[in-house]
């Protein structure tokens, strides 16, 4: 029911789309710009509408009844279903899924880093506030 409400909605959609593109507006005549711009209505300018305006309207009506029909069918047709009532039970009873976490090492300390021995450099390391040299640029502008 769902897929067929579907296709006949894109149908809908797509002849729409193209019967507005072949419409043309009220200004594209050459002679409405003088005047005579009731060239597509049999009954003048404000006559009644072409066959193209009205067969627009009808399939604007028919689109919006597909888009109402089409939501109440999605929504009433889906039984909603929860995450956790999908997660698979083992056979041994416990809560545990797959690639979690067990609850034992979450709650433990962290591990510590093992002991990584430290090589002496050849350079000693550089002070941490080294004084400026005469010639050095002051931090407040350019040098004197």
């Known amino acids: 029911m769902q897929t067929l409400i579907l296709i006949v909605h894109v149908l809908i959609g797509l002849a729409l789309i193209g019967l507005v593109l072949i419409q043309h507006g009220k200004g594209a005549d050459a002679g409405a710009a003088f005047g005579s711009g009731s060239s597509g209505t049999v009954f003048g300018a404000r006559g009644a509408a072409t066959f193209l305006q009205k067969l627009t309207g009808w399939l604007v009506v028919a689109f919006f009844g597909t888009s109402l029909l089409l939501a109440y069918v999605i929504n009433t ?38 002991d990584v021995p430290s090589t002496p450099s050849s350079q000693p390391a550089a002070p941490a506030t080294a004084e400026p040299k005469q010639g050095d640029i002051p931090s407040g502008g350019a040098p004197k």
């Open 77 to 114: 047709s889906h039984t909603p279903s929860s995450v956790v009532n999908s997660v698979p039970v083992s056979s041994t009873g416990s809560n545990e899924v797959p690639g979690q976490i067990p609850a034992a090492s979450v709650n433990s300390a962290p591990a510590k880093p093992a």
